[in-house]
């Protein structure tokens, strides 16, 4: 009796051993259909509008920031996203997203079992989820909160779709301070693997349509310069509006990492649109952050001509022509310097702007025109001129804020520096001039920005730093 007994209690511990942890969806039927038919129609008919509106991006992504509310508000604005998944596979996707009860300190990572939703199972990453929490004593697992959470758990039926049957891990962070530390144990263990990082937030919430309108397009500037400090500058100070900054941030963090990366802008909505309440809002995104090696002779090609035939319409009739453009990095918001050589090489007018406020090839038709009839050092080009100018584009990254002026690529670099309104800036090729860095920063501080020619060592000055690339000349 007592050998059947320990043969009984045997079985039942090795039951016990071996029983799958489950996630259950809390949300079907709420936040997403529960029958499986009809989720899986919605989905594909989301999918199916985002692909009639973009083309698919040719860079490699590495992440996305996908809004996290019912699919009937924000469902469709989610797609946009997901849609360009289609084209690159992922071993494992991460999902960032809050906590919406209450803060919790630390990262909460769900490391074991799978999540279910009405699709049916997807599976946790459990060696890179336990990686993850090894990296910090802050990193733990706290099953409460990520029973009841709905900014993951919306993800999922997206993922099961066009995620090609990629793992998982889930991931619950609700302060800012923890997304650094998170964002660098990701790119460490990230290293040599196809991921994908998903920030999923909503933005602004419940005001008039205009108001948000306005919180939003600043929220999504802000995020547009792929810069951790701004970004945690920005929200601190209360000027944008987010309820997964943490999340967002520590992508941007990671991005900071990863180097080389870009922000395409593909959707926004807002959940006036669907209730017809214009009063109270919520904003919705979708963007890619992608890896860019820069612009390619292809997309060269047609930004020259762009400028070229733009040049053309205006000084013959002036009118502006307009172009369909469906390339999203020639869509990405940029800026731009355009500068205007005579058949002799000599300069006929140099115009742009440091900060991107428009779509890529608009700013290059703007500064076109602005170069040819603005440059006050010169009389307006004339159309005759034309046929032997050649044109020369320069294209400016997002600038990214540096904690120390040890962080500059002296010669790659150029350079921001700015107290209050009082800003000044030198291109890269500016520090053939001067032999070292400190001369370079002195001149660009006195000459440029009307300040004291030590102000890039005074800690309230902001230093910022971006890279140029040039094309033309044609």
Same mark, same amino acid.
């Given at each position: 009796?007592?050998?059947?007994?320990?043969?009984?209690?045997?079985?039942?511990?090795?039951?016990?051993?071996?029983?799958?942890?489950?996630?259950?969806?809390?949300?079907?039927?709420?936040?997403?259909?529960?029958?499986?038919?009809?989720?899986?129609?919605?989905?594909?008919?989301?999918?199916?509008?985002?692909?009639?509106?973009?083309?698919?991006?040719?860079?490699?992504?590495?992440?996305?920031?996908?809004?996290?509310?019912?699919?009937?508000?924000?469902?469709?604005?989610?797609?946009?996203?997901?849609?360009?998944?289609?084209?690159?596979?992922?071993?494992?996707?991460?999902?960032?997203?809050?906590?919406?009860?209450?803060?919790?300190?630390?990262?909460?990572?769900? =490391?074991? &079992? +799978?999540?279910?939703?009405?699709?049916?199972?997807?599976?946790?990453?459990? *060696?890179?989820?336990? $990686? /993850? %929490?090894?990296?910090?004593?802050?990193?733990?697992?706290?099953?409460?909160?990520?029973?009841?959470?709905?900014?993951?758990?919306?993800?999922?039926?997206?993922?099961?779709?066009?995620?090609?049957?990629?793992?998982?891990?889930?991931?619950?962070?609700?302060?800012?301070?923890?997304?650094?530390?998170?964002?660098?144990?990701?790119?460490?263990?990230?290293?040599?693997?196809?991921?994908?990082?998903?920030?999923?937030?909503?933005?602004?919430?419940?005001?008039?349509?205009?108001?948000?309108?306005?919180?939003?397009?600043?929220?999504?500037?802000?995020?547009?310069?792929?810069?951790?400090?701004?970004?945690?500058?920005?929200?601190?100070?209360?000027?944008?509006?987010?309820?997964? =900054?943490? &999340? +967002?941030?520590?992508?941007?963090?990671?991005?900071?990492?990863?180097?080389? *990366?870009?922000?395409? $802008? /593909? %959707?926004?909505?807002?959940?006036?649109?669907?209730?017809?309440?214009?009063?109270?809002?919520?904003?919705?995104?979708?963007?890619?952050?992608?890896?860019?090696?820069?612009?390619?002779?292809?997309?060269?090609?047609?930004?020259?001509?762009?400028?070229?035939?733009?040049?053309?319409?205006?000084?013959?009739?002036?009118?502006?022509?307009?172009?369909?453009?469906?390339?999203?990095?020639?869509?990405?918001?940029?800026?731009?310097?355009?500068?205007?050589?005579?058949?002799?090489?000599?300069?006929?007018?140099?115009?742009?702007?440091?900060?991107?406020?428009?779509?890529?090839?608009?700013?290059?038709?703007?500064?076109?025109?602005?170069?040819?009839?603005?440059?006050?050092?010169?009389?307006?080009?004339?159309?005759?001129?034309?046929?032997?100018?050649?044109?020369?584009?320069?294209?400016?990254?997002?600038?990214?804020?540096?904690?120390?002026?040890?962080?500059?690529?002296?010669?790659?670099?150029?350079?921001?520096?700015?107290?209050?309104?009082?800003?000044?800036?030198?291109?890269?090729?500016?520090?053939?001039?001067?032999?070292?860095?400190?001369?370079?920063?002195?001149?660009?501080?006195?000459?440029?920005?009307?300040?004291?020619?030590?102000?890039?060592?005074?800690?309230?000055?902001?230093?910022?730093?971006?890279?140029?690339?040039?094309?033309?000349?044609?």
């Amino acid at each position: 009796m007592f050998k059947i007994l320990l043969m009984v209690i045997g079985l039942f511990l090795n039951c016990q051993a071996h029983t799958k942890v489950i996630r259950f969806p809390a949300l079907a039927g709420q936040f997403y259909p529960a029958s499986p038919e009809i989720l899986k129609k919605n989905i594909d008919q989301y999918l199916l509008n985002a692909k009639e509106k973009t083309a698919p991006s040719p860079l490699k992504i590495i992440g996305m920031i996908v809004p996290h509310a019912g699919y009937q508000y924000s469902g469709q604005t989610a797609a946009f996203a997901y849609d360009s998944l289609k084209n690159q596979k992922f071993d494992v996707i991460v999902i960032i997203g809050p906590y919406h009860e209450s803060q919790f300190p630390g990262v909460s990572i769900w =490391a074991e &079992g +799978v999540w279910r939703t009405p699709l049916g199972e997807v599976s946790i990453d459990e *060696t890179l989820a336990r $990686n /993850l %929490q090894n990296e910090s004593k802050d990193f733990q697992y706290s099953s409460h909160i990520h029973t009841s959470e709905h900014s993951l758990e919306v993800q999922l039926p997206f993922i099961q779709v066009v995620g090609g049957g990629a793992k998982i891990v889930p991931i619950l962070i609700s302060d800012i301070r923890f997304a650094e530390p998170l964002a660098k144990a990701l790119y460490k263990h990230l290293q040599g693997r196809s991921a994908l990082v998903v920030a999923s937030t909503d933005l602004s919430h419940y005001h008039p349509d205009t108001i948000a309108q306005n919180i939003d397009r600043r929220t999504q500037d802000i995020i547009q310069t792929l810069s951790p400090e701004t970004f945690r500058q920005a929200y601190t100070k209360g000027e944008i509006e987010l309820c997964g =900054a943490p &999340g +967002v941030l520590t992508l941007l963090e990671f991005s900071q990492l990863v180097g080389k *990366t870009v922000l395409i $802008n /593909l %959707q926004y909505a807002n959940s006036g649109a669907q209730t017809r309440d214009t009063n109270n809002v919520v904003g919705y995104n979708a963007s890619l952050v992608a890896i860019s090696e820069g612009i390619s002779p292809e997309q060269s090609e047609i930004l020259l001509n762009f400028a070229r035939d733009t040049l053309y319409s205006y000084l013959a009739n002036k009118t502006m022509p307009t172009f369909l453009v469906e390339d999203p990095l020639l869509k990405e918001k940029r800026a731009v310097f355009v500068t205007l050589r005579n058949k002799k090489g000599e300069l006929r007018g140099c115009i742009g702007r440091f900060e991107a406020e428009e779509p890529l090839y608009q700013a290059v038709q703007n500064m076109s025109i602005e170069a040819a009839t603005k440059d006050t050092r010169f009389p307006p080009l004339s159309l005759n001129e034309l046929k032997e100018l050649s044109i020369e584009i320069s294209i400016l990254s997002p600038p990214v804020t540096v904690r120390s002026v040890d962080e500059i690529i002296y010669g790659t670099h150029g350079v921001i520096v700015s107290q209050g309104k009082r800003v000044g800036v030198f291109l890269p090729d500016v520090s053939k001039d001067f032999p070292k860095k400190e001369e370079f920063l002195e001149e660009l501080c006195f000459q440029k920005a009307g300040l004291p020619k030590n102000c890039w060592q005074n800690p309230q000055t902001q230093t910022q730093v971006f890279t140029t690339q040039s094309i033309g000349v044609k």
